[in-house]
């Protein structure tokens, strides 16, 4: 499989002589919000925890993703934890929809709060996991030549956290400074007055390019795909929807749970009469479509995509939206030429993660800013110069790549994963991921995934669904605790059926159709099947109850096979 990253990551030599931790009940990797979580929850059951993160601090996706402009694309509100009463009473956000920044801050705070950071080693990268039947227990190694044995393995580790690097010729040779915007350095970047180009128009590229433009000398926007945006039309946190969720916000939380997204879509007040939920586009007339389009549209956010039931199932009722938001890209974009090579038309709307933008659209109205189409002529290397394009040489000072993740799969495929039986986790998934319920795999005994492949996950709203994830872990800790129990496992029946779950809740629709990284198709080699579960949170959530409720069904539960207590 294709795709490098620049992070830079320490790996042990070989020549370093290994240390070995005490040993442990759970190890719990990453700390962003899945693994604070763990950590939070799981010291509740009084087990002994080790925590590694491969970054230098809290907050995940917040503390690598500090590119200008990144920021949340659901509303603040809703993105946060809601175990702690206080916690939800105590925080201010400022902004409808957070910064990185702003993020980053509530992470430290939290780790604070609940002073989560001490049982984490930081800038430790897990390296390897290798689970040892006889004792029942994985072994774990780290970039810093560390090793230590646990009992039960976390993976809190993201599904948007391995980045990727495109492999274009030449890419060592660039004498300017290459940037990731997944691992952008947070003592900043110097754009100003300076030649930038940026490859990737995915959700990363949209948000920065606005606020590049406005200081770069020149940005040159390097598109290969063009994507669906629709504007955020951030501001301030709306005083009305302040009062009403703060009114209870602990119940306003529990009811996000209970939504298919994790997350409550405000309707806008001006929204048309004519509007009800649960219709078809089909079903109504032009006039009423583009009046509840446009109301939508100004209100923005992600409300519009719930204007009608079938926008991402109904091939017509697809073609209907995508033409009024290639309306809307010709009316900002100033130049025609350039407006058409911004229309999306490859991918059906909605079907690739979509994008929220402030004046994306606009910002190549401006002079400093110019877009060069990969699709008509790509990329032939890039020099110490810049990036060639054709005859063509873009001469650049900085080259940002906000080129995306080998989502959802890379994070584990990139632990070097053993299984029973010395079983690779890459071998068991390489046509794609198996498990069940994406949190458990046949053959990797207690070794869970937060929001792993196959759950709801990154179709959410994504605190609620980690926090989902971890209350379920934890109570299955406590159960095999207090019944004695030491070891669970999937059952290759129940991940087989799981796996059918997962195609069927998919087959109708047009996210099938799309070159996504949901459908895994970013990343060369990867097999292409559809990698979150597209049944909706509530249901998949009242589903994994069930089975905790009914002694776990579909999961092997023992005692030990040798006992050997921990530390
Ligand atoms: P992460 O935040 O990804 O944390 C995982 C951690 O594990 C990382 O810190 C990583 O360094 C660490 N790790 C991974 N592998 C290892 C290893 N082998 N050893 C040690 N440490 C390891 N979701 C939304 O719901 N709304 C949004 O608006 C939204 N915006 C996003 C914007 C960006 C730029 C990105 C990339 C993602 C966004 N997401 C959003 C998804 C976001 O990832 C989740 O909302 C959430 O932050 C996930 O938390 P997590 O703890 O599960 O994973
Ligand atoms: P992405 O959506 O996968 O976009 C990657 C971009 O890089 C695409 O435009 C892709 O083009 C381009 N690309 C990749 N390889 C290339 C190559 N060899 N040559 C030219 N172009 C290439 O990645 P992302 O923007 O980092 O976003 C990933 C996910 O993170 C999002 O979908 C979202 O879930 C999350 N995110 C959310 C927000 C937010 O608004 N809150 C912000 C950032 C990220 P092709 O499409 O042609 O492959």
Redesign the pocket.
């Known amino acids: 499989m294709e795709g490098r990253e620049i992070t830079d990551i320490k790996r042990s030599d070989g020549d370093t002589p290994q240390e070995t931790l005490p040993a442990t009940d759970v190890v719990i ?7 604070l979580y763990a950590h939070q929850r799981l010291r509740q059951l009084g087990l002994t925890l080790q925590g ?4 230098p601090g809290v ?7 500090a590119y200008p402009g ?1 920021r ?3 509303e603040s509100l809703d ?1 946060c934890y809601s175990f702690s009463d206080e916690l939800l009473e105590e925080w201010e956000w400022s902004e409808r929809f957070a910064t990185q920044p702003e993020i980053l801050r509530y992470a430290n705070h939290v780790a604070d709060r609940f002073d989560l950071r001490h049982d984490i080693a930081f800038d ?4 390897s996991c290798t689970f040892d039947d006889a004792t029942n227990r994985w072994t774990l190694e780290t970039d810093t030549g560390k090793c230590i044995s646990a009992r039960f393995v976390i993976a ?6 391995a980045p990727i690097l495109p492999d274009i010729d030449g890419i060592e040779s660039f004498a300017g400074t290459i940037v990731q915007t ?1 691992a952008w350095p947070h003592d900043g970047v110097e754009l100003a007055g300076k030649r930038v180009g940026i490859i990737g128009t995915g ?2 590229g949209i948000q920065t390019i606005p606020v590049i433009a406005q200081s770069a000398a020149h940005l040159t926007v390097f598109q290969r795909t063009p994507n669906f945006s629709l504007p955020a039309r951030n501001g301030p946190v709306s005083p009305e929807k302040l009062a009403r969720v703060k009114a209870d916000y602990p119940a306003y939380a529990r009811s996000n749970k209970l939504t298919p997204a994790a997350y409550q879509v405000s309707v806008p007040s001006d929204l048309p009469e004519i509007w009800s939920p649960g219709r078809s586009a089909l079903d109504a007339s032009d006039e009423e479509r583009s009046a509840i389009w446009d109301t939508l549209w100004n209100a923005g956010g992600t409300g519009f995509t719930y204007s009608y039931t079938d926008l991402t199932t109904n091939a017509d009722s697809n073609q209907l939206v995508a033409e009024y938001v290639h309306g809307k890209i010709r009316d900002i974009v100033d130049d025609p030429e350039t407006a058409e090579k911004l229309c999306p038309k490859t991918n059906p709307f909605g079907t690739k993660r979509l994008c929220l933008d402030s004046d994306y659209f606009a910002t190549f109205n401006r002079p400093n800013v110019s877009l060069v189409d990969l699709r008509a002529t790509p990329i032939t290397r890039i020099t110490a110069d810049g990036v060639e394009v054709g005859e063509t040489v873009h001469s650049l000072d900085v080259l940002i790549f906000a080129t995306g ?1 080998d989502a959802m799969t890379g ?1 584990l495929l ?2 070097n994963v053993k299984g029973v039986g010395g079983t690779s986790l890459n071998e068991e998934w390489a046509d794609g991921p198996h498990n069940y319920l994406g949190l458990m795999v046949a053959g990797f005994p207690n070794l869970f995934s ?2 792993g492949p196959g759950s709801p996950s ?1 179709l ?4 609620p669904s ?1 926090e989902q994830h971890i209350d379920w872990i934890a109570d299955c800790l406590e159960h095999l605790v207090a019944h004695g129990l030491e070891r669970i496992e999937a059952t290759p029946t129940a991940q087989e059926e799981w796996g059918e779950e997962v195609r069927r809740a998919a087959s109708h629709s047009l996210f099938l159709k799309a070159d996504s990284w949901y459908m895994g198709a970013n990343v060369p080699g990867k097999p292409r099947v559809i990698l979150p579960y597209m049944g909706g949170f509530s249901n998949y959530a009242e589903r994994c109850e069930e089975i905790a409720r009914g002694g776990y069904p579909g999961f092997t539960l023992s005692a030990a096979l040798v006992h050997e207590p921990s530390a």
């Not at 990797?29 to 693994?35: D, K, R, T, V």
Request: neutral net charge; hydrophobic residues 40%.
């Open positions: 990797i990453g700390a962003g919000f899945g693994g590694f993160e491969a970054a907050g995940g996706t917040w503390y690598w993703n990144a949340c694309d659901v993105y430790t990268r897990i390296t809190a580790t993201g599904c948007l956290s997944s959700s990363s993740f994070p990139r632990m937060v929001t990154v959410t709203n994504m605190i980690v």
